[in-house]
């Protein structure tokens, strides 16, 4: 069983910054992508950032040159820097994870993505 846990939402002023984190733990044999996706209030889950394990990182177009996203790969795991906050940055965050981990019900490895339970950030005008 892989678990992702989040935190560092909460409520700030546009023009703030905040910083999530997201930690894996369970029988993890090794990570490939990481990233966090955002869900605001009547609209799609959407990507907003991905690093995989060498360190390269893809990040939506709303969000470059204000959001940075890190990781550890020996902890597990994942970080979003956010600057400069928007209004319309206010969502529910999730952190994702492609995770190769032994399931003992199969008794072998298997890998597919985990989701975190999400935290909310809102961003005040």
């Known amino acids: 069983q892989v678990q992702l846990v989040e935190s560092g939402g909460g409520l700030v002023q546009a023009g703030g910054s905040l910083r999530l984190s997201c930690a894996a733990s369970?029988?993890?044999?090794?990570?490939?992508?990481m990233g966090w996706y955002r869900q605001a209030p009547g609209k799609q889950r959407e990507l907003v950032a991905v690093?995989?394990?060498?360190?390269?990182?893809s990040y939506a177009d709303s969000v470059k040159g204000r959001f940075t996203i890190s990781r550890d790969n020996a902890q597990n795991t994942v970080n979003l820097q956010m600057n400069s906050l928007k209004p319309e940055d206010t969502a529910v965050y999730y952190c994702?994870?492609?995770?190769?981990?032994?399931?003992?019900?199969?008794?072998?490895?298997?890998?597919?993505?985990?989701w975190g339970q999400g935290t909310q950030v809102t961003v005040s005008s």
């Open positions: 994702n994870a492609d995770v190769t981990a032994y399931a003992y019900r199969l008794g072998a490895y298997t890998t597919r993505a985990y």
């Open positions: 690093i995989n394990s060498g360190g390269s990182t």
């Open positions: 369970g029988s993890i044999k090794s990570i490939n992508t």
